[in-house]
């Protein structure tokens, strides 16, 4: 049973293309056009939130980015890019996982609908000001967490990096990573440049 994610380019479904691309872990990739619940209706059937990603792995079927990362560490044995419960630092790791979509990539969506993917009569300029500026600030404890390591848990690349790392890189993607602080924009940099990163990049 291989593996399926169905993905759009830059969106959330870079994390779990690039954890399953880090862990080296056979699957089928399906690219769909952005919106598909606009442009590929038959995606609904599939996954009523017409949103990606969406994984099918036998009988599991997932939605949230950040999710399938974790639901890969555990149930493919991937200990070298997750925590155990057992860790000192497994608090913190859950809480960047959580923190990743829930504190950071919301405001982004904001301001990347009303900023920019609504018709001029719907677009809101003070909206999408207002979440800018909220996603910056949200970076607050990012800023000072990574100012002396390389990445986010246990000095070593996990999947928290991948989770919070595409925040970053979908925060490049709008415009908004010229507001960056030194320390984040160069993790962001090292994250990047890594081969399984390269690799996912290449099959969107
Ligand atoms: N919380 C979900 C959000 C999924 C989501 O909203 N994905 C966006 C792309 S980044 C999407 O598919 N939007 C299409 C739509 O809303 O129709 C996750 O982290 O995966």
Known sequence: MTIKLWHCKDA?????LWALEEMGLDYDLNVLPFPPRVHQREYLQLNPLGTVPFMLDGETQMTESTGICH???EKYQQRQFGLQSDHHEYGDYLNWLYHSDATLTFPQTLYLRYGMLEPDERKQPQVAEDYRKWYLARLQKLNGHILDRGFLCDGRFTIADIAIGYALYLGEKLGIASDYEPQ???YLERL???????RAAKKE
């Open 192 to 198: 990047k440049a890594r081969p399984g990163f390269v």
């Open 12 to 16: 959330r479904s870079l994390r779990p």
């Open 71 to 73: 639901y890969l560490v």
């Open 184 to 186: 984040t924009q160069a």
